[in-house]
């Protein structure tokens, strides 16, 4: 629903929308009056969101900008050190409109009803807070059940052209309606919720052109599958990626968010499509026809300008994309559907047989999606066809739960005997409770989802997760085989006949409109002033935190390397979800998982390493523990593209909490630097990504020349055994601005700082 003027409300308010619009034409032009050239949509949007336009810088690459965004969206995993960092800065209410939404606690066992009961017990403190502390900022709150962040942002407040900053790495699902929509640590909301700017670097700008028309099993998820095999998980680090040519035009509002979703996995700022008819009626079908029309009268400024300039173009025919499945362990690995998994699976010795197969995710989880998945399914039951492993659905909104049971397609798709789950995220973040006979051995499961990192989806490093569509999965789980080709192979009914499974059939939006369901969302007072936020001393879920030490001042010398990483590290390697989610808002308690998934490239071994206090082989965060104890600075090592993966700040605040300064990598994720940043630790990449070689588990490291001077690289030593020094050079990207958050010991120290003097 589109509202008036409550910034607080649970949906966009109208006057902000044609606040944003009445200043683009303007900014538009002025964009193109400075770079002499026309412009791709993200520019667009980007210049009419600068705190000044006229004087900031817009070089690609290389220009740290200040950005105002529209609003901040928080999940409940997310929020509780985001609010906890708020509360110190000293505000009554937020500058921006804000919003918390519950989807990351609740824990998939045994169907809806009953894990949307054990949640709510289980996790009763932290909804508390949360609501408590939403009330007194003037921050709308979607309680358990509303569904999962990204599909509820979707459907009440993202608009095109809009620009917003949410506290997880796949908030870019909104550029599927137009919106630049970008994942970040709660320090970076704590920014925007304090008035202050958003500082990032200016992006690039990568084209993916579409052309020709998807067909029969060919879906959007597969146009992200492909865009993940061609640029892999770092090809998008830095740059956005904007769709643009007539065939994305073909594709449905929440179809370009599916591709938008996805985004995260190749490391992309966001991604984000042109305004079309498209958006246009799902704004309309969600209640938003204000939002439309205002879109509608500015609509040659919502798209790329002909001519528009891309630092790298990719072009795909959607008219020849086959069905893609992506896995296991990264989203980049792809294969066809059927012979080509089926050969990648011979050769690695995967499992071919299904242990489970699952449907939904803030990526697939839309009314087309469902309809697609169900209409298959409805013509398997027709056949007398059941799936032959665990099939699971997640519904990505309460909106989307009941306007799918109301339509029969819950029944279509429990008749071939899915089990439907609670609007949450569930299984895909790994809040997911298996059978301990499945895990303990080598098992494949097919899943729509986003993320198949090993552990990600219930914590066992026996799992094999590949993604694709939903449809596709629904197939697979009739079939119970990966190496299944719906387009070509068939099922044996039970009377003997063999069955060719019917190309699925989709609905972009219900016939009879959306059904609300149940009503989740918590306005807060327009005076919370007096409301109190109690955080009990003694809870082992939520800690006050205390602000980080400033710099003393020195350079970082003889720091023992606590973790040299071998291969991926992503946020989960240094911050695990699963069972350590419900210590989000303990930075103590949490920080018990520093690094447990890192696999140590001294040995091999997982989660473990040296102890130079005693040199004896402990967890790691048992040795960062005791560093802390000694006050002894530590440093880190990390691979290629470090901090891959969720936008979760607790991989940079853990290790700053234990004592780290200084991270190494051959490269980082783009959030996850920033986090760093954020947290006062600098990371530094490798010149020479070889000295990562030259790095033994003994040495010690030296930087010099603190603090970082923007574009200038610094000086590194490694001491070795017999006073043996060798010197190697570390790039940064520090900017002036985040050169301050370093000196002061975070950048939230900065902001109190400047929330005090504005006082005065």
């Not at 050190?81 to 921006?96: D, E, I, K, S």
């Not at 599927?176 to 304090?194: K, N, P, W």
């Not at 899915?418 to 409770?433: F, H, K, M, R």
């Not at 985040?738 to 010991?745: E, I, M």
């Amino acid at each position: 629903m589109t509202t008036k003027s409550s910034a607080a409300s649970a949906g966009t308010p109208i006057d902000l929308v044609n606040g944003v619009y009445t200043k683009l034409p303007k900014n538009v032009a002025l964009g193109r009056k400075r770079l002499g050239r026309p412009l791709t949509l993200t520019e667009k949007i980007l210049i009419n969101h600068l705190t000044s336009p006229a004087k900031q810088e817009l070089e690609r690459s290389r220009s740290y900008a200040d950005f105002a965004p529209d609003r901040v969206a928080m999940q409940d995993a997310t929020a509780q050190m985001a609010l906890l960092q708020f509360m110190t800065a000293g505000l009554p209410t937020t500058a921006v409109p804000s919003t918390v939404h519950c989807d990351h606690l609740i824990l998939a066992k045994s169907g809806a009803r009953i894990d949307m009961g054990v949640a709510i017990d289980t996790n009763k403190e932290v909804y508390d807070f949360l609501r408590s502390v939403s009330a007194k900022y003037g921050i709308g709150f979607w309680g358990p059940g509303s569904g999962i962040i990204h599909q509820v942002v979707l459907e009440h407040y993202a608009f095109p052209g809009g620009m917003m900053i949410g506290t997880d790495s796949h908030t870019p699902n909104a550029g599927g309606l137009g919106m630049i929509a970008i994942g970040v640590g709660g320090a970076d909301a704590v920014d925007v919720m304090t008035g202050f700017p958003f500082n990032v670097r200016w992006p690039k700008v990568i084209g993916v052109k579409l052309t020709g028309k998807l067909s029969g099993w060919s879906s959007p998820k597969d146009v992200i599958l492909e865009v993940a095999r061609v640029l892999t998980v770092e090809g998008g680090t830095g740059a956005v990626i904007e769709y643009f040519g007539e065939g994305a035009d073909t594709i449905s509002a929440t179809g370009k968010a599916t591709i938008c979703n996805m985004g995260a996995e190749i490391g992309a700022t966001c991604s984000v499509f042109g305004y079309d008819q498209h958006m246009s009626e799902y704004l309309k079908a969600t209640g938003r026809s204000e939002i439309a029309l205002a879109a509608d009268k500015v609509a040659e400024h919502l798209r790329p300008d002909d001519g528009a300039l891309y630092d790298q173009t990719i072009e795909i025919d959607l008219s020849a994309l086959k069905p893609l499945i992506n896995g296991p362990h990264t989203p980049d690995l792809a294969h066809r559907v059927g012979a080509g998994v089926a050969k990648a699976a011979a050769e690695n010795k995967w499992p071919l047989e299904i242990s489970s197969a699952l449907i939904g995710s803030c990526t697939n989880s839309s009314y087309e999606d469902i309809t697609r998945a169900a209409s298959v399914a409805r013509f398997a039951a027709s056949k007398g066809l059941k799936a032959k492993t665990e099939l699971l659905i997640t519904p990505g909104s309460e909106q989307i739960r009941a306007t799918i049971e109301r339509d029969g397609l819950l029944a279509d798709l429990e008749a071939i005997g899915a089990t439907v789950l609670a609007n949450a995220c569930g299984p895909c973040i790994g809040q997911w409770e298996r059978s301990k006979d499945i895990t303990d051995k080598t098992n494949t499961i097919v899943s729509s989802f986003n993320r198949n990192f090993p552990k990600r989806n219930d914590g066992s490093a026996n799992t094999l997760s590949f993604v694709t569509s939903p449809d596709t999965v629904i197939a697979l789980a009739l079939a119970g085989r990966l190496d299944f080709d719906p387009i070509t192979d068939t099922l044996t009914a039970p009377d003997g006949s063999q069955v060719s499974l019917a190309a699925p059939l989709g609905e972009v939006l219900p016939k009879n409109g959306y059904d609300a369901g149940a009503d989740t969302f918590v306005a807060p007072p327009a005076d919370g002033s007096d409301i109190e936020v109690v955080v009990d001393p003694n809870s082992d879920r939520l800690q006050l935190l205390e602000p980080f030490e400033k710099w003393d001042g020195n350079d970082f010398i003889f720091m023992p390397i606590l973790m040299k990483a071998k291969g991926k590290c992503t946020t989960d390697h240094i911050s695990a979800a699963g069972k350590w989610l419900k210590f989000r808002g303990h930075l103590e308690n949490i920080s018990g998982n520093l690094f447990a998934g890192a696999v140590n490239a001294f040995t091999g071994a997982v989660g473990e390493g040296l102890d130079r206090s005693d040199y004896q082989v402990r967890p790691y965060p048992e040795i960062a523990k005791n560093y802390k104890k000694m006050q002894l600075q530590w440093c880190a090592i990390g691979d290629q593209n470090y901090g891959e993966g969720s936008s979760r700040e607790h991989a940079a605040m853990e290790p700053r909490y234990r004592g780290a300064c200084v991270i190494f990598a051959r490269s980082f994720a783009r959030i996850h630097e920033t986090n760093l940043k954020k947290q006062g630790i600098v990371p530094l990449t490798f010149v020479n990504p070889d000295d990562y070689d030259k790095i033994d588990e003994k040495d010690t490291i030296s930087v010099r020349g603190m603090p970082p001077e923007p574009d200038k690289p610094v000086r590194c030593i490694i001491h070795k055994k017999g006073e043996i020094e060798i010197e190697f050079f570390a790039n940064h990207t520090f900017s002036p601005e985040q050169v301050k958050w370093f000196k002061a010991g975070s950048a939230l120290n900065v902001v109190r700082e400047k929330v005090k003097r504005s006082k005065k």
